[in-house]
């Protein structure tokens, strides 16, 4: 299995551009997870799916964040505007979940750096 | 308070020591607990699930204290490749919310 596929690797943009970040998930994962990843704030839990509907957004910082999974093998998570603050590194992990002793595997991330 | 708290490392411990980190969490209803581990410029990886009973792979072993709401990992005879961030992680009860903590930095030296 290729594991969790992101893309791109490294971002980098300007302030007011849109960014998009995409995920294939392990084929087979039913639940996919959007992190960020900043020194300051550590790991942050973003967006969560199950069977590509949304269940929590609540981590979501701002309305500027969006997120849309329209199949089970893709999602993607898009920032309009980007501003400096946003710079982080962006994780997208999917996990078989069934009890809540499910493995979440995480992709490489995307290294975001805007301008 | 943070909802899971780690202590705050770095540690610096020679090969072969035994090391112990420890977790505490705010949520009494969390459900589920996890170490992960995280190389510099990597992707979190799972180390261990952690469960009520306590449980040992290899040179580590995990416990789970749900009355106290602590978790502790404990690292026996270190080896320069255990040099990484360890994450201790809680899922809370009734949905998917994982909630990591901030990381402890461990570097084992020769």
């Known amino acids: 299995d290729a594991g969790v596929i992101q893309s791109p690797r490294h971002e980098v943009t300007e302030m007011g551009q849109e960014v998009t970040l995409r995920c294939k998930p392990i084929?087979?994962?039913?639940?996919l997870f959007w992190y960020r990843q900043t020194m300051m704030r550590g790991l942050e839990l973003l967006i969560y799916f199950n069977n590509n509907v949304p269940i929590d957004d609540s981590g979501m910082p701002e309305d500027r964040f969006s997120a849309k999974m329209p199949n089970a093998s893709f999602s993607t998570l898009k920032i309009q505007p980007s501003e400096p603050r946003d710079s982080a590194v962006y994780f997208c992990a999917s996990s078989f979940w069934q009890t809540f002793q499910e493995t979440q595997y995480f992709g490489p991330g995307t290294r975001l750096l805007v301008l | 308070r943070k909802e899971v708290e780690q202590d705050p490392g770095p540690f610096n411990v020679p090969e072969g020591a035994t090391v112990a980190f420890n977790c505490t969490y705010s949520n009494s209803a969390s459900q589920s607990f996890f170490w992960y581990r995280q190389d510099c410029r990597k992707e979190p990886k799972l180390l261990m699930s952690?469960?009520?009973s306590g449980n040992e792979d290899g040179r580590f072993t995990a416990q789970l204290n749900r009355a106290s709401q602590y978790i502790s990992l404990l690292i026996r005879d270190s080896k320069l490749s255990d040099s990484a961030t360890y994450l201790c992680v809680v899922n809370v009860a009734g949905g998917f919310k994982t909630i990591f903590g901030a990381g402890t930095r461990l570097f084992v030296k020769a």
């Open positions: 084929s087979g994962h039913n639940s």
């Open positions: 952690v469960y009520s």
